[in-house]
């Protein structure tokens, strides 16, 4: 360490999945005598509409440093590039203010675009997780390029992402793959049992359920309303089954899919319940849980695997993704949807599934990103910083 008392971290937090990533780092940051958590929360944690996750925040032990409205009640692209222009002007006040020594953001999506162009302007280094992965189906692949190209320091969940980061341009001894962070949980959390999941629910789960989350695509040609309403026909097929539907994320065309799944949940109140957000730990143990987790959420890809619960993936928004042999793959189309669910819950699968080898890691990604935080250093006035 240098000879500053303690080095100031800032963290980004914009969504209810990248907050529960980030947790355990969190508290590693709050738990070390060398380190200063600074936590700047914006974009779907401050929305009613998404629940107000903030509030979840702050009930977890973590202050928030600075609260960040970038949000417009938009379900256009428009709405989604004029957020980003509002984010920079937040950030660049926030981060003024704080004068933080890092920044960490994780991921690719529009409002961490937002904050890591305005530190990278601000001379602010930037820690980027999760840079050099790839989906085909989302605007998200760009931003994650583009944010991994306004960073100095890159933890990647796999090694290959690693040699993508380092084809892209970045000096190979500034990215190191750190594993997915948010496997950290199966080493360190605890997860709530079916009894316990149903009370915090308010929703009694007596039969095999599926844990289904649905995004808006926004580069292919895969309509929101059309391909989300194929998948709740779908989940018609399996009567014997109950459903948790949870929210999508603020992208633009995300919020045609709320009042559907709203009706969809209404009509069947017994076997379906919607849910605006679970939180990491309602809605990691009810992946232990599920008959499957269906949609097309990275979490599918990245940590479902390690549960050993089979994944259907919908459509193009993972397309790229490295996948373990859990994750079944079809189109967002009915019948489609219908045959690889078929095969998530069949007997056949679960059998050849034995064996399943995530390819993101094991587990202790945090005490890696804190070394690599802690080994950083500075030259004058920051503007020049390297590794020890």
Not at 74 to 85: H, R
Request: glycine residues 8%; contains cysteine; proline residues 4%.
């Amino acid at each position: 360490m240098d000879n500053r008392v303690k080095r100031k971290v800032a963290v980004f937090t914009g969504t209810r999945a990248e907050y529960g990533l980030l947790y355990w780092l969190l508290k590693d940051i709050q738990n070390d005598n060398d380190l200063d958590l600074q936590l700047l929360v914006s974009g779907m944690h401050l929305s009613p509409e998404f629940g107000n996750t903030w509030q979840q925040i702050m009930q977890d032990g973590f202050p928030i440093s600075e609260k960040i409205e970038i949000l417009l009640s938009s379900d256009t692209a428009v709405g989604t590039a004029k957020s980003i222009g509002v984010g920079v002007l937040g950030f660049a006040d926030a981060l003024s203010r704080l004068q933080p020594d890092i920044l960490v953001i994780l991921g690719d999506r529009f409002e961490a675009l937002a904050a890591a162009q305005t530190a990278m302007i601000l001379r602010i280094p930037v820690f980027h997780l999760h840079g050099g992965e790839k989906t085909e189906g989302a605007y998200d692949d760009a931003i994650r390029h583009a944010i991994t190209k306004l960073s100095y320091l890159h933890g990647t969940s796999t090694e290959e992402y690693k040699k993508r980061v380092i084809q892209l341009g970045e000096e190979p001894t500034r990215v190191e793959n750190v594993g997915a962070i948010g496997l950290d949980h199966l080493k360190r959390g605890h997860f709530l049992n079916l009894n316990e999941l149903s009370k915090s629910l308010n929703f009694s789960l007596e039969k095999p359920y599926f844990l289904v989350t649905y995004h808006p695509v926004t580069l292919a040609a895969e309509p929101a309303e059309e391909s989300f309403c194929a998948l709740l026909t779908a989940l018609d097929s399996f009567p014997e089954h109950q459903v948790i539907l949870t929210y999508p994320n603020a992208d633009d065309g995300g919020r045609v899919i709320i009042p559907l799944l709203e009706a969809y949940a209404s009509k069947q109140r017994d076997r379906v319940v919607a849910i605006p957000s679970l939180g990491h730990l309602r809605y990691l143990s009810a992946v232990k849980h599920a008959a499957a987790v269906i949609g097309n959420s990275s979490s599918g890809i990245i940590e479902v695997p390690s549960f050993d619960v089979p994944t259907v993936n919908i459509g193009e928004r993972q397309k790229g993704r490295l996948a373990a042999k859990s994750v079944i793959d079809c189109v967002a189309k009915k019948q489609s949807i219908i045959d690889a669910i078929k095969i998530a819950i069949s007997r056949s699968y679960k059998e050849s599934s034995e064996a399943i080898i995530n390819p993101y890691g094991q587990g202790d990604a945090s005490s890696k990103v804190i070394k690599m935080i802690k080994s950083m250093k500075f030259g004058k006035n920051k503007i020049f910083y390297d590794i020890k």
